[in-house]
C-alpha cells in the first residue's frame, strides 16, 4: 500500500480535510504527526488514531513561522509526505476588507504552503524520495470575485505547485495540489466575512456541497496515483476544463456572482 508504515505531515489536521486525512492515512497504517495552531484540537484527533490502534502525535504549529516548520519536519524521519492544508477564507468584496486581513490569508494560505514545502522539499531532495501535496483550491483555478484575497493565494500555490513538480521530478520529489469545490468541511464557520451575513452568502453558493467522507477519500487516491492537479467532483473538473477552452465564459460567470451578492451586501 502507498502509505503503509509511512511518516507523514500534515496541517490543519484538528478539524476538517486535515483530520479527514489523518484518519484515513492512519487506517492505511501510516505513522502521522498531525500540526495545528489548534493544539487540543490536534491532540484529541491524535488520540482518536491512537484509541483504533494507529500512530499519530500532535504538536501546536502556525504554518506562518518559517522556524516553527522546520522545527516540526526536523522531528519526522524520514520525512515521506507532507500535507499542507492549513488555511481559511475571506468573503466579501475588496473594498471591504482591511489590508490586515489580506495579509493575515497570505501569510497562512500562501506564506504557510510556501514555507512547508521548501523545507519538505530541501529535506527529500537530500534523501531522494518523497510527495508534498498542497490544498488549494477550484477558486485558484477559475477564481471568484468575492473570495478575491482567497482565489489569489490559492491561484499561487496551483502554480506553485506546478513548477516545483517539475523541478523535483529528476530528484525524487512528488508535488500535487488539490483543488475541489465546496466540501462539508466547517470552511464556513471558520471564515472571515466583509460586510456580509454568513448564512446570506451560504445561501448563494452555486454548487452543491460534497460531503468530506468521500472527498477524503478522493484526494487520498488521486495522491497514490501522484496525479498532479486533483480537480473533484465533477461540476468542478466540467467548469475547470470549460473555462480553460472557453476562457471568455468566466466574465459573465463573476459578473452575474457580483450582481447577486451585492444584494445581500451590508453598506456602511
Given at each position: 500500500?502507498?502509505?503503509e508504515?509511512?511518516?507523514?505531515?500534515i496541517?490543519?489536521?484538528?478539524?476538517?480535510?486535515?483530520?479527514?486525512l489523518?484518519l484515513?492515512?492512519?487506517?492505511?497504517?501510516a505513522?502521522?504527526?498531525?500540526?495545528?495552531?489548534n493544539?487540543a484540537?490536534?491532540?484529541?484527533?491524535?488520540?482518536?488514531?491512537?484509541?483504533a490502534?494507529?500512530?499519530?502525535?500532535?504538536?501546536r504549529?502556525d504554518?506562518?513561522?518559517?522556524a516553527?516548520?522546520?522545527?516540526?519536519?526536523d522531528?519526522v524521519?524520514?520525512?515521506?509526505?507532507?500535507?499542507?492544508?492549513?488555511?481559511?477564507?475571506?468573503?466579501?468584496?475588496?473594498?471591504?476588507m482591511?489590508y490586515a486581513?489580506?495579509?493575515?490569508?497570505?501569510?497562512?494560505?500562501?506564506?504557510g504552503?510556501?514555507?512547508g514545502?521548501?523545507?519538505?522539499?530541501?529535506?527529500?531532495?537530500?534523501?531522494?524520495?518523497?510527495h508534498?501535496?498542497?490544498?488549494?483550491?477550484?477558486?485558484?483555478?477559475?477564481?471568484?470575485?468575492?473570495?478575491t484575497?482567497?482565489s489569489m493565494?490559492?491561484?499561487?500555490?496551483?502554480?506553485?505547485?506546478?513548477?516545483?513538480r517539475?523541478?523535483?521530478?529528476?530528484?525524487?520529489v512528488?508535488?500535487?495540489?488539490?483543488?475541489?469545490?465546496?466540501?462539508?468541511?466547517?470552511?464556513?464557520?471558520a471564515?472571515?466575512?466583509?460586510?456580509v451575513?454568513?448564512?446570506?452568502?451560504?445561501k448563494?453558493i452555486?454548487?452543491?456541497?460534497?460531503?468530506?467522507?468521500?472527498?477524503?477519500e478522493?484526494?487520498?487516491?488521486?495522491?497514490?496515483?501522484?496525479?498532479?492537479v486533483i480537480v473533484?467532483p465533477?461540476h468542478?473538473?466540467?467548469?475547470?476544463?470549460l473555462?480553460?477552452?472557453?476562457?471568455?465564459?468566466?466574465?459573465?460567470?463573476?459578473?452575474?456572482?457580483l450582481?447577486?451578492?451585492?444584494?445581500?451586501?451590508?453598506?456602511?
Open positions: 500500500m502507498a502509505f508504515g509511512k511518516n507523514i505531515a496541517t490543519g489536521a484538528a478539524s476538517g480535510i486535515g483530520r479527514g489523518a484515513a492515512l492512519a487506517a492505511r497504517g505513522r502521522l504527526t498531525l500540526a495545528d495552531i493544539l484540537g490536534a491532540q484529541a484527533v491524535a488520540a482518536e488514531i491512537e484509541r490502534g494507529g500512530k499519530a502525535s500532535a504538536v504549529l504554518v506562518a513561522d518559517e516553527a516548520f522546520n522545527g516540526v519536519l522531528a524521519q524520514p520525512l515521506d509526505y507532507l500535507f499542507n492544508n492549513a488555511g481559511y477564507a475571506m468573503l466579501g468584496e475588496s473594498r471591504d482591511p486581513d489580506w495579509r493575515r490569508l497570505v501569510e497562512v494560505n500562501l506564506l504552503v510556501l514555507a514545502s521548501l523545507a519538505a522539499y530541501r529535506r527529500m531532495v537530500r534523501q531522494g524520495h518523497g508534498i501535496v498542497n490544498v488549494a483550491s477550484l477558486a485558484g483555478l477559475v477564481g471568484s470575485p468575492l473570495m484575497a482567497y493565494t490559492k491561484s499561487a500555490v496551483v502554480m506553485f505547485s506546478r513548477m516545483l517539475t523541478e523535483g521530478e529528476a530528484l525524487g512528488k508535488v500535487s495540489v488539490v483543488c475541489p469545490s465546496f466540501i462539508q468541511t466547517g470552511i464556513f464557520d471564515s472571515k466575512y466583509a460586510a451575513d454568513r448564512n446570506e452568502v451560504v448563494q452555486p454548487f452543491p456541497v460534497m460531503p468530506l467522507a468521500p472527498a477524503i478522493r484526494i487520498v487516491a488521486g495522491v497514490a496515483r501522484n496525479e498532479a473533484f465533477f468542478a473538473r466540467f467548469l475547470w476544463r473555462l480553460r477552452w472557453l476562457p471568455g465564459l468566466s466574465k459573465p460567470l463573476e459578473r452575474k456572482a450582481r447577486d451578492f451585492r444584494t445581500i451586501r451590508k453598506d456602511g
